[in-house]
């Protein structure tokens, strides 16, 4: 029987180790996601500030960003530089990061 207890607790804690690194796993693929919805958003922002596409800066940011999951909670633009704050809900935690994209200075 001593056996089977130790097979037992090696058994569950591989489950455990296993389940805490799905979910570390799956919160930097959440993280990356998210800042690929800023990334994008800011620069379709910033497109749309300078012609070069059609569109309200804001609305195409918030357009991008939602092909990501993300909502946009700010965006703000100066004259052509954008900078959009985007978010994403994880579970019970809400996931937030911004970007600016924009001519080079």
């Given at each position: 029987m001593p056996g089977t207890m130790?097979?037992?607790?090696?058994?569950?804690?591989?489950?455990?180790?296993?389940?805490?690194?799905?979910?570390?796993?799956?919160?930097?693929?959440?993280?990356?996601?998210?800042?690929?919805?800023?990334?994008?958003?800011a620069l379709a922002a910033a497109d749309a500030a300078s012609g070069a596409v059609p569109g309200i800066p804001c609305a195409r940011a918030a357009e991008v960003a939602g092909t990501f999951g993300a909502v946009v909670d700010a965006c703000d633009l100066d004259e052509l530089v954008a900078t959009i704050t985007v978010s994403l809900q994880l579970g019970p935690v809400t996931a937030r990061t911004s970007a600016r994209a924009g001519p080079p200075p």
């Open positions: 130790a097979v037992t607790g090696i058994v569950a804690a591989a489950a455990l180790l296993t389940s805490g690194l799905a979910m570390a796993g799956a919160a930097a693929v959440a993280g990356q996601r998210l800042a690929s919805a800023a990334d994008a958003g």
